[in-house]
């Protein structure tokens, strides 16, 4: 069953100008996407800073407008135009957010942080609630003596487990995970990610890293999507992409992964993202690509499937004899 399932997605955010404050443009930052989540799936969601991924995360649990495209929670077809029609699945979709210090109220304890989301949802009686969130903090390694503490007596990898004890508490299906690790030290972001394991398998989530980092995309998704400038460009099950990438821009991001390993060194991408504000026409990758051909700068090509991928390119990589060509 697909928990989550949006097709042809656009979240663009316009641009005013003029003495009068016309609209004169608008940021593409997520630009007719189809994406989804299955149930108990790990999906990663990777790319460059700046090609729309926690726009997109944001998008698909409410917390941004949609433009325009269509949005289906556990089967059922969301009004994106009211904000009212998300409401019966807040608490079924969570989102934990890449900085735990600004998404947690400073001025609030850690108890009012739990325990506001359980009351508005009625997830427990008044008399236990209490009780309920030193459960919650136990469940993320954290002593129930902190309940009456407020954020910044916290590190940053405790405000992390605070701010995952809450999404949890309201006992999700999904929780969208955007960049939940970037901010922390190396050994406390493999305890974070343990943690969310763990939760999964306990709760049945389904997870959405929104990640920059692909060696834990290797290691913990079942399916990768790859997005640059506000387009899928390729989505394929994590070994197939990792050992086979079909489009140029993630045969790019894979040659860009550091090694230990002196006799290989990493690859760069050379030029410069276009801006959102004005897309090229044609393949949103046409700058930067090495195999350009005078079709790429026509349209910008449907995704199509490839082997075992699915990719928007004209030219996919091919595998022959080992080595990869162009079609």
């Known amino acids: 069953m697909k928990m989550i399932e949006a097709k042809d997605l656009r979240t663009w955010f316009p641009i005013s100008g003029g003495v009068f404050g016309r609209i004169v443009g608008h940021v593409r930052a997520v630009d007719g996407v189809d994406v989804s989540v ?29 433009t325009s495209g269509s949005v289906e929670l556990q089967g059922r077809t969301l009004d994106i135009s009211m904000a009212k029609s998300w409401r019966p699945f807040r608490k079924d979709f969570q989102i934990i957010f890449q900085d735990p ?44 003596d902190y309940l009456d503490r407020f954020p910044h007596e916290f590190s940053g990898g405790q405000r992390q487990r605070i701010a995952i004890a809450r999404s949890i508490g309201l006992r999700p299906r999904v929780i969208i995970c955007d960049e939940v690790v970037s901010a922390l030290d190396v050994s406390v972001q493999a305890q974070i990610i343990n943690l969310l394991l763990d939760l999964k398998k306990e709760m049945g989530l389904s997870l959405a ?5 692909l060696s834990l995309v290797k290691a913990i998704s079942d399916r990768v999507y790859v997005m640059y400038l506000g387009k899928i460009v390729e989505e394929a099950g994590t070994k197939d992409l990792f050992s086979r990438p079909r489009h140029p821009y993630t045969e790019a991001l894979l040659q860009s992964i550091p090694t230990l390993d002196r006799a290989i060194r990493p690859k760069t991408l050379g030029g410069d993202v276009p801006s959102p ?33 699915k990719v928007a390119c004209y030219f996919p990589l091919t595998y022959k004899t080992g080595k990869n060509k162009t079609s």
């Open 38 to 66: 299955s149930e108990q799936e790990i999906v990663s969601i990777v790319g460059e800073s700046g090609c729309g991924k926690s726009t997109l995360g944001q998008s698909l649990v409410g917390l941004l407008p949609i």
């Open 101 to 144: 210090f600004t998404s947690l109220n400073p001025r609030h304890t850690i108890f009012r942080i739990l325990s506001e989301p359980l009351r508005i949802h009625h997830i427990c009686k008044a008399n236990v609630i209490r009780d309920y969130c030193a459960q919650l903090l136990h469940k993320v390694g954290l002593s129930p």
């Open 209 to 213: 890293f929104i990640t920059h980092d």
């Open 277 to 309: 504000v004005n897309v090229p026409i044609g393949c949103v990758f046409q700058g930067r690509c090495p195999y350009i051909q005078a079709t790429c700068r026509t349209v910008h090509p449907e995704i199509r499937e490839v082997g075992a991928s």
